[in-house]
């Protein structure tokens, strides 16, 4: 199981198979056999105390093959502690293109002290068509030495939704109460959402 703050040695061996990943970027068994999605440019840096996440721009983004026109991608960013998204937030749509400038701060609350980013990225193909998953990946916050001197910003391959560590689970606080949400479900919702 992924405890989600702790990198296993086994997982650190498949992130070696793996040339340009990003700093601390986490990757399941199953990236070996994933291609990539794109990639996605994130600066991160500890100010104040508060996680500060700039979603800089993605390039060579994967378009759908049932559309003529390309998406306009938004970003969709969770913090993980452990089998919990603890905070979520995301950044305006940007206009259609498969390389997108974002250029978007966000700011997170929450200790980010142990835990894990989630960055997916969706595409709006339009009015009458749900919004279409694109790609994810997920960094361990330890591995980059926040301080609030210095920004980490590096370039992070974007995978499907596969490429997540294996057999967690996400519980995320609602008003009405937790929801949980397995890989298993996860990957289902998401091949469900690329069908439209």
């Known amino acids: 199981l992924w405890s989600g703050g702790l990198k296993l040695p086994h997982e650190h061996q498949f992130a070696e198979f793996i040339e340009g990943l990003g700093t601390g970027q986490l990757v399941g068994r199953q990236v070996l056999a ?3 999605h794109g990639e996605i440019q994130v600066g991160v840096r500890d100010q104040h105390g508060l ?8 390039r ?3 378009q759908k093959a049932l559309y003529k026109m390309p998406p306009a991608p938004y970003v969709k960013v969770y913090l993980l502690d452990g089998k919990t998204c603890v905070e979520k937030q995301r950044t305006r749509t940007t206009r259609r293109t ?13 200790n980010y002290r142990e835990k894990v980013l989630q960055i997916s ?11 279409v998953f694109m790609g994810v990946c997920q960094i361990h916050l330890e591995e980059l030495h926040l301080n609030s001197s210095a920004q980490v ?3 992070y391959k974007l995978f499907s939704a596969n490429s ?9 606080q609602s008003p009405k109460g937790k929801t949980s949400i397995t890989t298993n479900d996860l990957h289902s919702a998401l091949k469900n959402n690329s069908r439209s």
């Open 60 to 62: 060579n983004l994967l």
């Open 121 to 131: 990225v969706w595409g709006d193909y339009g009015k009458l068509d749900r919004k």
């Open 34 to 36: 994933s291609p990539c």
């Open 153 to 155: 910003l590096d370039w």
């Open 51 to 58: 996680l500060e996440v700039e979603i800089v721009r993605a």
């Open 98 to 110: 498969l390389d997108p400038l974002i250029q978007q701060i966000l700011i997170f609350k929450e």
């Open 164 to 172: 997540l560590m294996n057999n967690y689970t996400i519980v995320q």
